[in-house]
């Protein structure tokens, strides 16, 4: 082989080694989707096949040398409706194929872990529910249902892991839900697939699939002993939210026990659900939905905190079960008013009997 | 019926007429200042190629830089605004006015028997428009480019860069209007300025084709222009329709811009199925097999085309039951593109058929038109368009269907009516030569990002994970065939206007309005207002008139 020169050989070589043609399989929706995928690489192979089939044999059979001279055909109603119907067909097949993975991709399930993801540019952040951060990675078990809540602090991103067959865009000031099941350990490429500007093509990382006990184990590592949660509730007591937001008889706020995914009445006469992102935006933009009773008299904590923040606050406010813990962040910021030690000190002791679940 | 064979007109004592739309006047003002129609054309046609070949030498840089995995010809900044600019030029200043402007522009006008279009003056107001706008895009280059994507998304385009995005957006405005022209003057033509006898039905499919093209690109253009006002207002004055910071909504923008760019893509792609429905009758003697399906399939994907913007944002958290409507709709506007694909080929069934340039180039589009076709299946399936949106499948199946279509087509028009507009053939075996190496290079070009998509790879990125180099390898060494391929019409349809065989009327025998007036044509096309007696595609038509005319002069000789 000494006469292929070296640059061909390593190319040779390298084609051998790394060639691919299809993405691994490794999440439980990967195979149904591939299933419509080589459908339809059938039905386009067959039909690309079928005109080039009738194109070639029309020109043998109908050349100026073999047939001098046209026969005019004005055209077949039976002909005509044929290849209107049967395509029409095989692409509303196609419709309601894809539509029933769509659904399943976008639909996760009721017990599916949550992870927060937030895009800026150029990095991905994953917030595990027990606190932990990774950055440009994601840490996850096989065998669970992972829902992805993702939202982006600047532009537009797009997070997209080929391996599973999924992707969904992150969008500025608006939560996207995914959800996957990994079946397959190992270490998957993730991707920004939405242009966002100049290191774009640098927003990547790794998707690590690991087995249950892996997962574990990097949970216990990569912890730094606080829950998402219970970052969130530091943030609560430090920005004083318990000031209004206190179940008293008196609070100029509503209380926020049990407020997640229920209907709250508005005082512009409306009902709405308290899911993520109205929590999201009664933080952010409170004066757009009162809840009926209230003054619209809260402030907006735009540009005072990050979408990380809000996930955190509302990761906390999701927990709540009862009014305890405002009653403990209220307590704590009421004695030491204004002081920096006092919101973390509330955080750590809420540790052994708290009402957060994490 | 005789059997008679219609053979091609002897060449060797035709003469190029002295008088013709090229001759009637001189110098440079006459041009620039002229209302004439294929003059216009012809103005559109340089301006044209000069944009085509700026696009394509982008379009190199891109393909060189993704030889190699890490980032190595170009900070990827520079890569941004090179894909940035290759997409502006190549949509807004060659694909959209394409076949309308140049090929449209000079027959419309004849093929119905008109002196000209409706309205010169504004015909002449679109071409500096469209060179106003061209030169503010290559200030723009010169100035350091813009680096949003041709997409303009906010808030990336509003907030996060800091390149020329309001010059640029100018530039789409302007370019736009001037589509927005040519799409008003064309639907006046048809309607008012058809020949006596020329009824809709008897009107050539290149015609119904533009008048579904110029309906998009009146009531689409709009949006767009709408689109890129509200990105200069919010760039400039912080008018926050757009930025959800201001209670805006970032998605909106991409309803606006799809609700013209998907439309955008009929524009491109009807007028060059237009031209495949001339060529291919053309060469296989036959009339188009279901006249009335294929005129109605042009006017369906334009109306289809407006209710299918919303699927470029499956994934972007839009409802779910918007997604289904759009998906269905999406399917729907594949079955027309599908309609004429079977006829076309139908029209091949018991016909003559002949293997001249733009019949090769019209067989290349016909394949490479059904992938692209297809392949846009597999997005509209909302399912699989989650996996292949935004990768490199989207690349190669809009690809496919513009310049593996469009551009075939084009090349296909542009040789079937060179010997109209110049009045002289272009050389053939070499012309043939150059569709050939065009279908090969573009196959190896784009067939493999397919592949990466389906991998995964993802758009726009200045580099890429090693397992994906060795279809980038394919695809660029494929891009330099494809490169040859269309430099070798410049060279020898340049070297045809000085040495190319005299052509004659109706050097193909074919039966449109514009084949039975002089080559080229006089300033008012024809002599005599033409009557339209027969129906369009009458190959028996034809047959009948050059008996005739061969029996006259025969008496005049006898005589």
Known sequence: ?358 | MSDTIVSLPDQSTARIPRVNYLTKENGILSWLLTGDHKRIAILYLISLSFFFFIGGALAGLIRLELLTPQTDLMATDTYNKVFTMHGVIMIFFFLVPSVPATLGNFLIPLMIGAKDLALPKINLLSWYLYVAGGILAIYTMAAGGVDTGWTFTTPLSTHYVNTNVLTTGLAAFIAGFSSIFTGLNFIVTIHKMRAPGMTWFRLPLFVWAHYAASILMVLATPVVAIAIVLIALERTIGIGVFDPTKGGDPLLFQHLFWFYSHPAVYIMILPGMGVISETISTFSRKRVFGYTAVAFSSVAIAIFGFFVWAHHMFIMGISNYAVLVFSLLTMLVAVPSAIKIFNWTFTLYKGSITFETPMLYTFGFMGLFTIGGLTGVFLGASGTDIHLTETYFIVAHFHFVMVGGMLMAFLAGIHFWWPKMTGRMYPEKISQLAAVVTFIGFNFTFFPQFILGMLGMPRRYASYPPEFQVLNVFSTAGATILGVGYLLPVLYLTWSLKYGETAGNNPWQATGLEWQTQSPPLTENFPVTPIMDHEAYDYEWLENQTRERQQEKEVASAG
């Open chain 1, 1 to 358: 082989m000494s006469h292929i020169s070296p640059v061909l050989w390593q190319f040779l070589v390298k084609w051998m080694t790394t060639f691919a043609i299809f993405p691994p399989e490794a999440s439980k929706i990967a195979p149904q989707m591939d299933a419509l995928l080589f459908f339809m690489v059938l039905v386009s192979l067959i039909g690309l096949t079928i005109v080039i089939l009738l194109v070639t044999s029309f020109c043998i059979l109908y050349s100026k040398k073999r047939h001098p001279v046209a026969v005019q055909v004005e055209g077949s109603t039976l002909l005509e409706a044929t290849w209107t119907i049967i395509p029409l067909g095989l692409f509303l097949l196609m419709f309601v194929w894809g539509a029933l993975i769509y659904f399943r991709v976008y639909t996760p399930p009721a017990n599916s872990m949550n992870i927060y993801v937030v895009g800026k540019q150029w990095m991905w952040k994953a917030e595990h529910p027990g606190g932990q951060h990774e950055i440009n990675s994601l840490h996850i078990p096989t065998g669970r249902a992972i829902q992805l809540t993702l939202i982006s602090q600047d532009v537009f991103h797009s997070f997209s892991i080929p391996a599973f067959r999924v992707k969904r865009e992150a969008i500025p000031g608006r939560y996207t839900t995914v959800w996957f099941e990994a079946t397959t350990p190992g270490t998957y490429h993730l991707f920004c697939t939405q242009y966002c500007g100049t290191n774009h093509s640098q927003m990547i990382g790794d998707i690590v699939v690991l087995t249950p006990e892996g997962y574990k184990k990097w949970l216990d590592q990569s912890t730094s002993g606080m829950s998402l949660a219970q970052n969130g509730e530091r943030l609560f007591a430090s920005l004083s939210c318990a000031a209004c937001h206190n179940a008293r008889p008196d609070a100029r706020g509503p209380s926020l026990a049990n407020v997640y995914g229920a209907r709250l009445a508005l005082s512009s006469g409306g009902t709405v659900t308290a899911d993520d992102a109205y929590l999201r935006e009664s933080i952010l933009n409170p004066s757009q939905h009162v809840t009926q009773g209230y003054a619209p008299i809260m402030p907006t904590y735009q540009g005072q905190v990050s979408e990380e923040g809000v996930i955190a606050l509302v990761e906390y406010i999701k927990n709540l079960n009862s009014d305890y813990r405002i009653q403990q962040t209220l307590n704590t910021t009421d004695l030491a008013p204004g002081s920096e030690g006092a919101p973390a000190a509330a955080g750590q002791k809420s540790a052994p009997k708290g009402m957060v679940k994490q």
